[in-house]
């Protein structure tokens, strides 16, 4: 696995839940969360709240699992309120920021995806390669 960067960010979309119910709901802070704005010029803004936490300051690993692994930690015992908050009509995600520097790639063990299954979570990756102008 050849990665410069990772992290990892568990988010949340509502239309009706403000941020801050979400956060309280989980008991969990957010690293960012912004209100939904009828007047903003960004459709997905004016449309929907949103609420998130991070890993890109928590500390500085290049294994996405261990990124993976620190927000399940973070929610593994909150899998009914996830689920509460999915039938209250919320989004619910982990995106995956990696920035690669050869080959290799992201990795999920079984455990892991199990683990996202039973908490009702899917994962995305935003992947860039370094090196691609240099073939």
Known sequence: MACAET????????EVMHPDDIGSALG???TDSIPRDPNSKYKPRREQNFWSRTTKDDFD???NV???EFLVSLVSDKDTILSSL???GCLTDIFCYWD???QGGPI????MMKELVRLGL???WDIYFDDEGNA
């Open 100 to 102: 690669s520097t050869g």
């Open 28 to 30: 969990i802070s957010s």
């Open 122 to 124: 899917g994962v995305s």
């Open 108 to 111: 999920l063990s079984v455990e």
């Open 7 to 14: 992290f990892a960010t568990l988010r949340i979309f509502s």
């Open 61 to 63: 690993s290049t294994n």
């Open 66 to 68: 261990e990124h993976l």
């Open 86 to 88: 999915r039938e209250k």
